[in-house]
């Protein structure tokens, strides 16, 4: 056992396989994407600040739609989330874009060679409201509900 055994622990498995050769290449380039700049695979940070608004946006709604509601209530939790999920399947079912992905210029596209249609959508969001599936990303930066239904968040501008 030596340093570079302990260094490539540290630093994870792809770091050890590149280290070693291996080309991973950056993201979105399996789908003809750019490197950087309008069209390419969109990075977390963008596609956290994103989810951030959006969901400042749905408890701004519930806020306003049920305000009845206290704040932090079991039901008030359950009434956000319904209001995000209907955000996030109407905006992207329509335009391609949740409220917080045209603010930091973002959009769905589909890499598959069907189109991205309202039951994929449907499917995508359910998927990212269980949290989980978006949590588990891939090299692209596409979480499962991404994969499930075969589509990336572009940078559109």
């Known amino acids: 056992m030596d340093r570079r055994d302990i260094g490539s622990w540290l630093s994870g498995p792809k770091a050890a396989l590149e280290d070693q050769g291996m080309d991973f290449g950056y993201p979105g ?7 950087q700049g309008t069209g390419s695979a969109a990075r977390m940070g963008r596609r956290i600040i994103a989810l ?3 969901w400042i946006a749905a408890i701004l709604v519930t806020h306003l739609a ?10 008030y939790g359950a ?9 996030v399947f109407l905006l992207t079912a329509t335009t391609g874009a949740t409220f917080g992905y ?3 210029g973002l959009r769905l596209i589909s890499i598959s060679p069907a189109p991205v249609t309202l039951l994929k959508v449907l ?17 692209d930066g596409r979480g499962l509900h991404d ?10 501008r």
Do not use: N, Q
Request: aromatic share 8%; glycine share 8%; with cysteine.
């Open 29 to 35: 380039e399996r789908f003809g994407l750019p490197r």
């Open 52 to 54: 951030m608004i959006d």
């Open 66 to 75: 049920f305000p009845a509601l206290a704040y932090g209530s079991g039901d």
């Open 79 to 87: 009434a956000t989330l319904g209001v995000f999920a209907a955000h």
């Open 102 to 104: 045209k603010i930091v």
């Open 123 to 139: 499917t995508r969001t359910a998927l990212l409201c269980l949290a989980v599936p978006a949590l588990i990303w891939d090299r």
């Open 147 to 156: 994969k499930a239904v075969g589509t990336i968040i572009m940078r559109a």
